[in-house]
């Protein structure tokens, strides 16, 4: 699945290499009011695609959530429109690592090409090794389990939504583990918007927290995330939108507290705080 709006160029070459991919699959694109003419050309260019061509814009969670909610297979994959698979038998991997794992959650090996080479989301050693959390371009669930937990949170809007579903999921027992075998491309977008990134990615800091963590830890939490959230504004010379994401993400955590605020067990949370320092071999 992919969801994406204004991005044409972008998912040209992302649904050209998985026209590559040696294995069968169903692609679902989630156009989020594109005016850049990505439905029309999708539907002329890609017929094998299944295209859902929204008039009103919710963002990419929202889409992503439908794009689960549409699919048939037990399995989906969701990439970034900016994303392409290299390697023709990327989804070949994908499939027998589900099949031989039973998992919930994979976090798939991924490189930012304009970053580095070095591949992210990689176990350290052989065995099947379980992270904290997977990365918004290159991750795959099992359908009905991400169901059942009512999928991504969708009053994060935008960013965030990854860290917050998969700390559910370890809520009810469920491992993100570490996928194996060749990494997912992504080649970040010239086209985000900074100022965005920066305003959601403090509130939802801030919201994850409200939402997710034990009273006992909550008061840290909080203040630590808002912390790091200003200093690493003025880091980036970009301290506004962080500063004034976090003001929000306050204010609309006391607002939906009493609506979204269902923290993990305080042993779920330790398990979480030591994955997010260190990935676990479990096998």
């Not at 994908?94 to 990689?122: G, H, L």
Request: positive net charge.
């Amino acid at each position: 699945m992919i969801s994406t709006k204004n991005r044409w160029q972008d998912l040209e070459k992302a649904l050209l290499s998985l026209r590559k991919q040696d294995l069968k699959h169903k692609v679902i694109v989630m156009d989020d009011n594109s005016d850049d003419g990505t439905s029309e050309n999708v539907a002329r260019l890609f017929p094998e695609v299944t295209l859902y061509s929204h008039q009103e814009s919710r963002g990419y969670i929202v889409r992503r959530n439908e794009a689960v909610r549409l699919a048939t297979t037990p399995y989906v994959l969701s990439i970034d429109d900016d994303c392409t698979l290299e390697h023709p038998g990327i989804i070949s991997e994908m499939a027998e690592f589900c099949r031989e794992t039973r998992c919930a959650a994979v976090a798939w090996p991924y490189i930012d090409v304009k970053v580095s080479n070095c591949v992210q989301s990689v176990s350290p050693s052989e065995g099947l090794w379980q992270g904290c959390t997977f990365k918004g371009c290159a991750f795959i669930v099992d359908r009905i389990i991400f169901l059942r937990l009512n999928g991504f949170r969708e009053s994060f809007c935008h960013q965030g939504e990854e860290e917050d579903f998969c700390i559910r999921l370890l809520q009810f027992g469920f491992p993100v583990l570490l996928g194996k075998g060749h990494a997912i491309h992504h080649h970040e977008s010239t086209k985000r918007s900074w100022e965005r990134m920066d305003f959601y990615g403090s509130r939802n800091l801030i919201l994850f927290a409200v939402f997710n963590v034990p009273v006992i830890f909550l008061p840290f939490q909080i203040a630590a995330s808002a912390i790091n959230c200003i200093l690493y504004g003025f880091k980036l010379k970009r301290p506004y939108q962080k500063t004034r994401g976090v003001i929000y993400g306050i204010l609309d955590g006391i607002r939906l507290s009493q609506v979204e605020r269902k923290p993990v067990s305080v042993k779920s949370f330790v398990r979480y705080r030591k994955l997010k320092s260190k990935y676990h071999k479990i096998g």
